[in-house]
């Protein structure tokens, strides 16, 4: 019993040390459209990146609709897994299941929300262990994804 409590200890003290760690990436912009129209444009299902986002060639919805396949323009897939979808607060999470990317552990939310002057604000953030990369790279490249994403979706609406 005492063997069952130390291990259950060390490992409580592992996740809380990774969680202590995890990186945090978070970026949102303001668009002069309803939140509404910003939310189905960006969000019509969980390919909608696939319409707005320019690093991604492709986007292909599997296990019904719960995972996608993001194929990026010169190379690479990106596969992610929907956590969680609420078109009434026009939110969804979701996690990097395979990818090229400096991270682990990566999970996102993509929220939009109405600003109360007939346009919105659409927030992006995530957390994320840095694998491959000092933390510092990580966040620069989960950013720089983010920062392109919002600022063609801007220009698209």
């Known amino acids: ?14 996740l809380a040390y990774g969680s202590a760690n995890a990186a945090e990436v978070t970026r949102s912009i303001d668009i002069a459209a309803p939140a509404k129209k910003v939310w189905t444009t960006a969000s019509p299902d969980f390919c909608g990146i696939g319409t707005f986002h320019p690093a991604i060639e492709k986007c292909v ?19 992610e897994k929907r956590l969680s979808w609420s078109a009434k ?27 109360g002057k007939k346009g919105s604000t659409v927030l992006w ?18 950013d720089g994804i983010y920062s392109s994403g919002l600022d063609a979706l801007k220009a698209k609406l």
């Open 61 to 79: 919805l599997a296990d019904g609709g719960k995972t996608r396949t993001l194929s990026l323009k010169g190379g690479g897939t990106i596969v």
């Open 125 to 142: 953030t995530s957390t994320f262990t840095p694998k491959g990369a000092s933390e510092a790279d990580a966040k620069k490249a989960i």
């Open 1 to 14: 019993m005492r063997t069952a409590t130390l291990f259950g200890a060390g490992v409580a003290a592992a």
């Open 89 to 115: 607060t026009r939110s969804y999470s979701y996690a990097i299941v395979e990818s090229p990317l400096p991270v682990a552990d990566y999970t996102s939310t993509f929220t939009v929300k109405a600003d």
